[in-house]
């Protein structure tokens, strides 16, 4: 089983739609969790850190469920910007190791 | 931008050579991990350095391998290439506080082609 799965999509939303990515990981005793943003062939960009019970930074809100093992994003009112590769991140020991899903891909169209 | 910068950026190699990829970390950043990105993939761990010793390590070979420089920069070491080694090469530098916990910010990545 992988450390983290993610539904590859693609997510296809039109401007101004509600959208919202799974994922789910193994190690129920993990630590910390991330979401990354990735442009075609770029780096991934930190999106939003997950250290407890979620977060929210303007229209991206991170949940995290720990008795179901997933965090979701939710996106609101998606802009054409927002079209990328959302990749969930999982520190199973908040040190060394961080374990990357595959990333769902989400394009918002006009 | 991150302040993590990778070279070269893009790179052709031939099966069986070496390779040396160059990372050098953001200000105050004293550790550096190395990832490998297949196309259409996530990134995979390959291994960290914290004060220039090995801090971890993913499941690639031992012709992976690598170095930290005293300034925080870092080397990834590549020998014996081989085709399914074409990959972009992440590094993402981070700093680790007495709370343990920290993010990692990536640098534009080398893409690696072996023909």
């Known amino acids: 089983r992988k450390e983290v799965e993610q539904d590859p999509g693609p997510f296809n939303v039109p401007e101004g739609a509600t959208v919202a990515f799974n994922c789910t990981y193994s190690n129920s005793a993990s630590q910390s969790f991330f979401w990354y943003r990735q442009d075609c062939r770029k780096e991934p960009k930190l999106l939003m850190s997950v250290y407890s019970s979620g977060n929210e930074d303007g229209r991206f809100t991170a949940q995290l469920n720990r008795a179901s093992q997933y965090i979701s994003l939710l996106i609101r009112d998606s802009k054409l910007s927002d079209s990328a590769t959302y990749l969930c991140?999982?520190?199973?020991?908040?040190?060394?190791?961080?374990?990357f899903g595959s990333g769902t891909k989400l394009n918002v169209k006009p | 931008e991150t302040g993590v910068t990778q070279s070269p950026t893009h790179l052709i190699k031939t099966r069986g050579q070496q390779v040396t990829l160059r990372c050098s970390s953001q200000?105050?950043?004293?550790?550096v991990s190395w990832y490998q990105q297949a196309l259409g993939q996530g990134p995979q761990f390959i291994f960290q350095?914290?004060?220039?010793?090995?801090?971890g390590r993913g499941n690639f070979p031992p012709r992976f391998s690598g170095l930290q420089f005293p300034n925080y920069s870092s080397e990834l070491n590549v020998n014996a290439l081989e085709l399914d080694d074409s990959a972009l090469y992440l590094c993402?530098?981070?700093?680790?506080?007495?709370?343990?916990?920290?993010?990692?910010?990536f640098g534009p990545g080398t893409r690696l082609t072996v023909t």
């Open positions: 991140v999982v520190n199973p020991n908040n040190f060394n190791k961080f374990y």
């Open positions: 350095y914290y004060r220039e010793e090995e801090n």
């Open positions: 993402a530098s981070s700093y680790q506080s007495q709370a343990g916990t920290y993010e990692q910010y």
């Open positions: 200000s105050g950043h004293n550790t």
